[in-house]
């Protein structure tokens, strides 16, 4: 175990990551950043493709820092007889495990679920991939991008005399990665504690596409029973109006009202209450049909003042408005600041960098950041010679055969 205190929740958790990109490096790290020991095994000869990624301060990837933190990065080549061996050490008393090698590698390697919790019958085995272990496209190559368009995602996304729209961020990876985390304590909860506690690991199969279809709640059912097809719609929404980005003086600003009694409000902060006995307006499902014309009358109010000023005197009136922020307004944004979203962290290489703080906040047991993204290999004399006692003549021999 490391040297270094970790706190949080989840203090004496141990986890192998085997995973690399995005998905399961930000499920790892939501662990590592609430207290579980991160253990991150990375190729000898081709590190995670993130520490190549941009934007890069003095050579370095801030993608890296940020999404490797609290992490100990050690280096093996699982493909070879002697890496997998070391894997299976690894494992012995280790909670969970994550991949996302393509369905059949681990086996491949002669490390699959089977011979891991053979080892540990504990172990918690979390893999993520494209389109899930099993099915016709299991064995394909996928990536968020291809998940998006699967998923039904990018279908809806856009507006109306658009093409489809793809996200400006990995989604499929990121929300693959929340529903790891939660499976993940899921089957922790179900073999510690649920009905005494089974005592037994288990497999966890997570794709990418899967867990964006998850998201559309209600557009299964409404297929099925009623043939429909949910169509792109801009920024409205197809159950809720007023909503939309309304352009100000200066800018643009959000607003939501899709209850009564919040656009009534709304309607006395822009001074035109009689619009709320149109019937064009007179309930939700009015103002959907007509949310064209509603906003027209919205936007002609708020282009006449700047984005401050129209915030202001639409809360005056409890109206449920915000601005549109870039990273930067983000960093002056005083709820930000008064919530601590944004904390400072020392880094060896370029002094203090500024992340996103952990999240969610814990009244007792809040998480932590210990340290940034470390080097490659950093921790494998700490690992391999301190927790697995390999001899020095071993470790050497294993070093210079790039197994490690």
């Known amino acids: 175990m490391s040297s270094e205190h970790a706190s949080g929740p989840l203090d004496g958790l141990r986890v192998i990551d085997c995973s690399g990109m995005i998905s399961g490096g930000f499920a790892t790290v939501q662990l590592a950043d609430f207290g579980a020991d991160v253990v991150m095994v990375e190729h000898p000869e081709h590190p995670d493709p993130i520490r190549e990624w941009p934007p890069f301060d003095e050579g370095e990837s801030l993608w890296w820092k940020s999404l490797a933190r609290n992490k100990r990065c050690v280096t093996l080549d699982l493909s070879t007889e002697e890496g997998s061996a070391l894997l299976l050490d690894l494992v012995e008393d280790a909670d969970v495990l994550f991949e996302n090698f393509r369905p059949g590698t681990m086996e491949e390697w002669g490390v699959g679920p089977e011979t891991l919790r053979a080892e540990n019958p504990e172990l918690v085995v979390v893999?993520?991939?494209?389109?899930?272990?099993?099915?016709?496209?299991?064995?394909?190559?996928?990536?968020?991008?291809?998940?998006?368009?699967?998923?039904?995602?990018?279908?809806?996304?856009?507006?109306?005399?658009?093409?489809?729209?793809?996200?400006?961020?990995?989604l499929a990876d990121l929300t693959a990665a929340q529903f790891a985390v939660q499976a993940t304590m899921f089957a922790i909860f179900e073999r510690d504690v649920g009905r005494g506690g089974s005592g037994e690991g288990q497999v966890i199969d997570v794709s990418l596409y899967e867990s964006l279809f998850r998201l559309f709640v209600g557009d299964v059912a409404g297929y099925d029973r009623l043939g429909k097809v949910p169509e792109r719609t801009g920024n409205h929404h197809a159950s809720a109006a007023p909503r939309n980005v309304y352009e100000t003086e200066d800018g643009y600003m959000t607003l939501s009202a899709s209850s009564q009694s919040i656009f009534e409000n709304l309607m006395d902060a822009i001074d035109r209450p009689d619009l709320v006995d149109d019937p064009r307006f007179a309930d939700n499902d009015a103002r959907v049909e007509h949310n064209d014309a509603l906003d027209e009358v919205i936007e002609a109010w708020t282009r006449k003042r700047s984005t401050e000023q129209a915030i202001e005197e639409m809360e005056a009136a409890d109206a449920v408005v915000g601005p549109v922020h870039d990273v930067s307004d983000i960093f002056e944004d005083e709820q930000y600041a008064a919530r601590g979203d944004i904390i400072a962290v020392e880094d060896e290489d370029l002094g203090t960098v500024r992340m996103?703080?952990?999240?969610?906040?814990?009244?007792?047991?809040?998480?932590?950041?210990?340290?940034?993204?470390?080097?490659r290999g950093e921790h494998n004399d700490e690992v391999f010679r301190e927790e697995l006692s390999l001899d020095g003549e071993t470790y050497d021999r294993l070093r210079e055969r790039d197994v490690i």
């Open 127 to 170: 893999r993520l991939s494209g389109y899930g272990q099993t099915g016709p496209r299991a064995r394909k190559p996928g990536f968020g991008t291809v998940a998006e368009g699967l998923s039904g995602w990018a279908a809806v996304n856009g507006f109306p005399d658009s093409k489809p729209l793809l996200p400006p961020i990995s």
């Open 356 to 375: 996103a703080a952990t999240l969610p906040k814990f009244s007792r047991t809040p998480g932590s950041v210990r340290h940034t993204g470390p080097k």
